[in-house]
């Protein structure tokens, strides 16, 4: 499983890091950084999370 | 292949004073007669499931904005052109110029200032003891620091509310109620096209909004719709979400006492606030091709009424939907819609709310309320004034 960012549409909000501090951060210019595209089996709910906190549904998860 | 003839029809009034004052039993009625249900009066479709509303704001491309999101051909004929009634690949040039001011990155170096500001405000209006939540606390606050980011010139600032009021009723069905406000929303865009760019703050958003025309980016009739976007919308959401959150924790007092404990949950407590009074009611939009909607199919051409108050409250979604829960942390509530559209200045927002919960959380132990007056607007839910008494946290040495 993958999770990508569709950086047009990110405006930085950041619940998604909140919701998998694994997978994605803030970095200190508050731009999102994807720390891990390769979602690992343990990390699945965590990226469902971030996905569906997104308030501008910029992320997604594919297979 | 199911056809629109199997959606349910309900012959429901949806802007009677009753409903405008309460309209969550009429909600459940829509939940549960289906996804997506038909109301004859307005020859228009309604969705008031959460799984259902989310998907569809998903989803623009089956669900266009472009023709509008209101119930009368008027006020859709007169919002062309604003954002919040664009498509891509217009809307994505006009949303770069909002989120360039409005991201949470760009607000960073505001939230000290807003902070201060609220303290500003509270600390007086705890001493001094009684006040109106509404007037003097929900409405003082956010007037002052949106109009200020927008940089408009004094004149004209005390009309900015009523017109955004009217701006958001006008986009009622054909009726008396969006008779009143369509004038208002005139005199709003008049007044717009009236301000020359020099007059609006160097650096502030207005301002930026006449630079990215004479860059290029965007078209120069795109400015006044802008600034239209960030006076009507500017300031609604964050007025009702302070003084409903004043009636809610007044009405829930060991909710209040949870949030003063741990102020880590007031940004929780916010989306709670506005997850169970969402100030906008509605938006439409039109089905651009044939739709299922979790089973039924909606016809290309249809317009649905995206219920976002009613998903808000979706018990398919929400255990317990009416109770006031500070812990719940409803993040994915649908108040500021959801995806391309979700609302621009929703960073602000929670700026503000989380700065005023704050500064209420360091100074107030009990809020007492009277009888709230409603304010009655087509697609919007909140309070015209919210008497108050607050007792202050006893002074520590």
Redesign the interface.
């Known amino acids: 499983m993958r999770i990508t960012v569709d950086e047009?549409?990110c405006?930085?909000?950041?619940?998604c890091a909140e919701a998998a501090p694994h997978l994605l951060e803030l970095d200190d210019?508050?731009?999102l950084k994807v720390l891990s595209e390769e979602v690992a089996p343990g990390d699945a709910a965590n990226a469902e999370a971030a996905v569906?906190?997104c308030?501008?549904?910029a992320l997604r998860l594919e297979p | 292949m199911t056809s629109t003839s199997e959606i349910p029809s309900l012959d429901l009034d949806l802007f009677s004073d009753d409903v405008l004052t309460d309209p969550f039993p009429v909600y459940e009625r829509i939940r549960n007669a289906g996804p997506v249900v038909y109301l004859p009066r307005y020859r228009s479709y309604a969705m008031g499931r959460y799984a259902d509303v989310r998907a569809g704001l998903a989803d623009w491309e089956s669900f266009s904005s472009a023709q509008g999101i209101g119930l009368n051909d008027l006020a859709n004929a007169a919002t062309q052109g604003m954002i919040i009634a664009t498509d891509p690949p217009e809307h994505d040039r006009l949303r770069d110029v909002l989120a360039s001011r409005l991201s949470p990155k760009a607000i960073r170096q505001l939230k000290d200032d807003i902070e201060r500001r609220a303290d500003e405000l509270v600390a007086p209006l705890v001493r001094q003891g009684d006040f109106d939540a509404v007037d003097d606390l929900a409405r003082a606050f956010p007037i002052s620091i949106v109009l200020d980011l927008i940089g408009l010139p004094q004149n004209g600032r005390d009309k900015v509310l009523g017109w955004a009021d009217a701006a958001f009723s006008a986009s009622g069905p054909p009726g008396p109620r969006t008779d009143a406000a369509f004038p208002l929303l005139e005199d709003q865009l008049a007044y717009l096209s009236s301000i020359e760019p020099d007059q609006l703050t160097p650096g502030s958003m207005g301002r930026a909004i006449y630079d990215a025309a004479a860059a290029g980016r965007i078209r120069q009739e795109s400015c006044v719709p802008l600034m239209s976007a960030y006076v009507t919308a500017g300031l609604d959401t964050t007025i009702n979400a302070i003084s409903n959150a004043v009636w809610y924790f007044a009405h829930n007092p060991e909710q209040w006492d949870l949030v003063r404990l741990d102020p880590t949950l007031i940004p929780s407590a916010f989306n709670e606030v506005l997850r169970i009074e969402s100030p906008v009611q509605f938006f439409c939009r039109v089905a651009t091709r044939d739709v299922d909607v979790d089973g039924l199919t909606l016809a290309a051409g249809s317009r649905v009424m995206m219920l976002y108050a009613s998903a808000n409250r979706d018990e398919r979604k929400w255990a317990d939907p009416a109770r006031f829960d500070v812990r719940r942390n409803p993040v994915d509530h649908l108040a500021f819609g959801y995806g391309m559209h979700g609302c621009a200045g929703q960073g602000l927002a929670r700026l503000e709310g989380h700065s005023i919960l704050a500064a209420l959380a360091r100074r107030v132990e009990r809020f007492e309320v009277g009888a709230p007056v409603r304010r009655i607007n087509q697609l919007i839910r909140g309070l015209d004034a919210l008497p108050t008494t607050v007792r202050p946290v006893a002074e520590t040495a």
Request: net charge negative; glycine share 20%.
């Open positions: 047009a549409r405006e930085g909000y950041g619940f210019e508050g731009d569906r906190v308030p501008v549904a």
